[in-house]
């Protein structure tokens, strides 16, 4: 029985899903990690792990007090 992937990088595929098919697109502002962790129903530390997982991923950035973007592809 495969293993399934763990939370954080279910949300983290998803959101680069919609990066990729343009639903988000580059520039704009992503959901605070509040609210990715009550639009996946995942603990806010789950939707922090997912946003450092997209960073890592090099899919978007940060602006202090601002916010997070999407990357220009």
């Not at 954080?8 to 502002?29: F, L, M, N, P």
């Not at 009550?38 to 997209?54: C, D």
């Amino acid at each position: 029985m495969p293993t399934r992937p763990p939370h954080y990088r279910r949300v983290a595929d998803d959101i680069e899903q919609k990066i990729r098919s343009g639903e988000y697109s580059a520039g704009q502002q992503l959901p605070s990690v509040s609210e990715i962790g009550e639009l996946y129903n995942v603990a806010r530390s789950t939707a922090y792990r997912a946003v450092k997982e997209l960073h890592e991923r090099n899919l978007i950035y940060g602006q202090q007090g601002q916010g997070v973007f999407v990357a220009d592809s």
